[in-house]
């Protein structure tokens, strides 16, 4: 089975400060890759999908890069909304929908 | 406006069996693959099983094989998902949640319910 890994599990930012998650698969899965933004008691939103094509309502400061193996998302100015938990996860690869693990970004 | 909604979560004895049902309105419920995605309590998420358009394709993630069956009801626009030999670590948040696009291979989920709680526990 293709394992998803985020890094690093939690980011410490002040707002304004630029992001980066990063997200390694442990086989290539092309672009099939999403990435997600959850806040605490609520469900998850989806923010970029096929590694780099943004979700119709989300803010222009989210960007996802990358193919293959290894992927990015990156908030590029940091806002008091964002402090929330961020996923990754591989599409319909293997027949399989796995999450990365999740990256916690913190207050600083 | 899209709508998924949860039910038939509970409180179970481990070897019990639940099924969860998920709601759909505001879409037209045949145009897309649909899937579960649980959350264990303090954890993060986990995929569960997906089910295509026309409900002909099932798939499920090794922790359900055997255990889950998914299916979908169209006519009713329903999506359920029936739990068997149910295990204290199955004790999560379950969700439904639509697939994108609605042609070719699902490469995302983008709309979700808000999730209904299965305590698998003695």
């Known amino acids: 089975d293709i394992q998803v890994t985020q890094s690093p599990s939690t980011l410490s930012a002040s707002v304004g400060d630029r992001v980066t998650i990063t997200c390694r698969a442990s086989q290539s899965v092309g672009t099939w890759l999403a990435w997600y933004q959850q806040k605490p008691g609520k469900a998850p939103k989806l923010l970029i999908y096929r590694a780099s094509s943004l979700e119709s309502g989300v803010p222009s400061r989210f960007s996802g890069s990358g193919s293959g193996t290894e992927f990015t998302l990156i908030i590029s100015s940091l806002q008091p909304d964002d402090f929330a938990t961020y996923y990754c996860q591989q599409s319909n690869i293997g027949d399989t929908w796995m999450f990365g693990q999740g990256t916690k970004v913190e207050i600083k | 406006e899209v709508q998924l909604v949860e039910s038939g979560g509970g409180l179970v004895q481990p070897g019990g069996s639940l099924r969860l049902s998920c709601a759909a309105s505001g879409v037209t419920f045949s145009s897309f693959a649909m899937s579960w995605v649980r959350q264990a309590p303090g954890k993060g998420l986990e995929w569960v099983s997906i089910i295509s358009r026309t409900g002909t394709d099932s798939y499920y993630a090794d922790s359900g094989k055997g255990r889950f069956t998914i299916s979908r009801d169209t006519s009713r626009n329903m999506l359920y998902l029936q739990m068997n030999s149910l295990r204290p670590e199955d004790t999560a948040l379950y969700y439904c949640?639509?697939?994108?696009?609605?042609?070719?291979?699902?490469?995302?989920?983008?709309?979700w319910g808000q999730g209904t709680m299965v305590t698998v526990s003695s």
């Open positions: 949640a639509k697939g994108r696009p609605n042609s070719g291979s699902t490469d995302a989920f983008d709309i």
